[in-house]
C-alpha cells in the first residue's frame, strides 16, 4: 500500500491506550527503570505518546550524539511546563528559557561570572570533627554545605534570609518532582484546576519571589552606599545589578530576570551536587590532607565521582528538550551507564547533557563535589552505624527532582588525627 503522507512515520514503541498512550507504563516504577526495560524491547529510540504528549525516548550513545550535536538546533528548545511557568518567571530562568538570544545572553553572564566561585568546606568539617564516632545523618550535613556553597557564589554574604530560602526551596523541590498531570494534557486547561497544582505552585513562587526580592533590594542598596569596594567581593548578583544598571546590555534585564538566574542556580545546582556526593561516600582507604590545588592530583578520587555520576546520574533522564510543540525528547542517561557493552567514550557519559544546552555549571559543580568528597574521605575513616556490612547498604534510588538515595546515608566518622 502507498504510504501515508499526513502520518510520518515514528520510531518503534509499544502498544498505545486511547488518552493515556503509555502513561500506564510508566507508573509503579522509577521512570529511567521503566524507560530502560522498554527500551530493550523497542530499541534505543522509541516512541511513547504519554497522555498527549508525543515522547522520543533515546537510550544509547550513538543515538544521544545524533540528536544533541548533529541536530542540536532541532533539540535546543525545553518543553513549556507548567511549573516552571508559575514558579521561575514565566520560564525566563536559563533551564527552561526559550532558545533565543534572551537565553544566550543570560547563558553566556552565567558561565563566564559564576566559575570565580569561592568554596567552603571548612565549617563541614569542623561540623563533623565535633560529632566523631557518633552517627550522623550526612545526607543534612551534605545538602547545608552545597547550599552554602551556591549562596557565597549567588548571593556573596551571609544574609537573614538564607534559612528562609532553603526552607522553600525544598518545599519547592518536592512539589516540583511530582507528577503534573497538565504537563502530559497541556491543551485540557480544567486539569490544573481539579489537581490544585496550579494554586499550589502560584503560592510557592509568591513566597520565592518574596525572599529573592527581599536580598535583591538588599544587594541594590549595599551596592548603592559602598564605593570603591573591591571587584573581588562582589557575588553573583552584584555582577547581574551592575549589568542591569549599566545599561549595556542587548536585553535589559528586569529584576524578574535577575531573580529567575538565582533560582535556576539553586535549583539547578544544589541538588544535583549533592546527591552526587552522598551517592559517591564509599570505603576509601586515603589519608592526608588536600586543598583545591592539589585536587589534580587525586586521579582516584576523580575517577570515583565519574563512576558515581555513570551509575546515579543526578539528572537519569537529563532534562527533556522539545522538538516541535508538544513533541519532546529525552535521553536516559542512566540506561547509557548501565548498558553491559557500555564503553565509556564517545558520548556513553554524559551526566551533564551536551550539545548547546548543556549544563553551563559543570566546571562548577565539579569541583563542589570533589573537594567535599576528597576532605570527608582524608580526614575519616567511615564506618556503618549498629554493626551493618558494606553489602546490606541500601542502594535503592528514589524518584525526584534528582535521583537520590532512597534512604539518607547514616555513618560513623572516624577521624585519622584526633
Ligand atoms: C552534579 C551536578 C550537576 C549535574 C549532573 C547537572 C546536570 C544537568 C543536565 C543534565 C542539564 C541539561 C543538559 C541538556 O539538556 O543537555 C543541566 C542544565 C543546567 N544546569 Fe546543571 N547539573 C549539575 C550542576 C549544576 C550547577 C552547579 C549549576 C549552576 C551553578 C547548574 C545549572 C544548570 C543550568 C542553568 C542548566 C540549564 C542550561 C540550559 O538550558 O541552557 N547545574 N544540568
New binding site residues.
Partial sequence: SKPNILTPKLPPGSWKLPLIGNLHQLVGSLPHHSLKDLAEKYGPLMHLQLGQVSTLVVSSPQIAKEV?ITHDLNFAQ?PHLLVTRIVTYDST?????PYGDY?RQL?KI?VIE?LSAKREVSNLIRFIDSCSRFPIDLREKISSFTFAV?SK?ALGKEFKEQDSLKSVLEEGTKLASGFCLADVYPSVKWIHLISGMRHKLEKLHDRIDGILQIIVDEHRERMEKRTGELEAEEDFIDVLLKLQQDGDLELPLTDDNIKA?IL??FS???A??S??VEWAIRVFDGKGDVDETGIDELKFLKAVVSET?RLH???PL??S?ECRENTRMT?N?WAIGRDPDYKGADFGL?????????????L???P??ELPLAHLLFHFDWELPNGMRHEDLDMTEVHGL?AKRKHSLHLIPIPYNS
Fill in positions: 544533541i525545553r530562568d536559563i533551564a527552561f528559557a537565553w547563558r552565567c559564576l551556591i557564589a538566574v535556576d542556580i539547578g545546582g544544589g544535583t551536587v546527591t552526587a555520576l546520574p543526578p539528572f537529563l532534562l528538550r535521553i542517561t554524559i551526566p551533564f547533557g551536551a550539545g548547546r544546552r548543556m549544563c553551563p555549571g559543570i562548577f559543580a565539579i563542589s563535589i534528582s
